[in-house]
């Protein structure tokens, strides 16, 4: 079973709880994104499986997920970062913004960016495919209605400008 972290709203550990807790309870965690560039500036987007439970088969960051208990922030991104695409670089970090939706509990979300042209070995349970798209290129998936992970949306739009 997995076990998160629940944060108050400064980010300061309460307790902890089974993830399946958390979010039957809406209590408030961290989440963590990597955001990949290659050298022309282009991010790389997943195309999460059609097998994951939230979002199957939704363009989402290049690695996301939560953190468990006792990790730090860094280290649930880098074990992410391995567990989807088999692979890491050097992460900087990039933000932290609390993320509000309806239907799901609050979250820090704790971003990180790295530059990586690949080779990735994604993990095909969890990620169908990963590619490089230019900010245009991905406005205009959106605004053709391609489904978009609700974070990375969130975080395109506070970020880099995407309607």
Known sequence: MEFLDVVDKNDKVVEKASKEDVYK?????????????????????????????????HWSTAVGGHVQSGETCEEAALREYEEELGVKSEIEFFSKDLYQAEG?????????????????KIN????????????????????????????????????FGIK
């Not at 408030?28 to 199957?56: M, Y």
């Open 25 to 57: 309870k809406r209590l408030r965690h961290r989440i963590v994104h990597i955001l990949i560039f290659n050298k022309k500036g282009e991010i790389a987007l997943q195309l999460r499986s059609k097998e994951v439970s939230f979002c199957p088969h």
């Open 104 to 120: 799901t509990p609050e979250k820090f979300l704790i971003t990180f960016k790295t530059i990586y042209e690949g080779p990735f």
């Open 124 to 159: 095909p349970s969890a990620v169908e495919e990963i590619e490089f798209f230019d900010m245009k290129t991905v406005q205009n998936m959106i605004n053709k209605g391609e489904k978009f992970h609700p974070e990375l949306l969130f975080l395109l739009r506070k970020h």
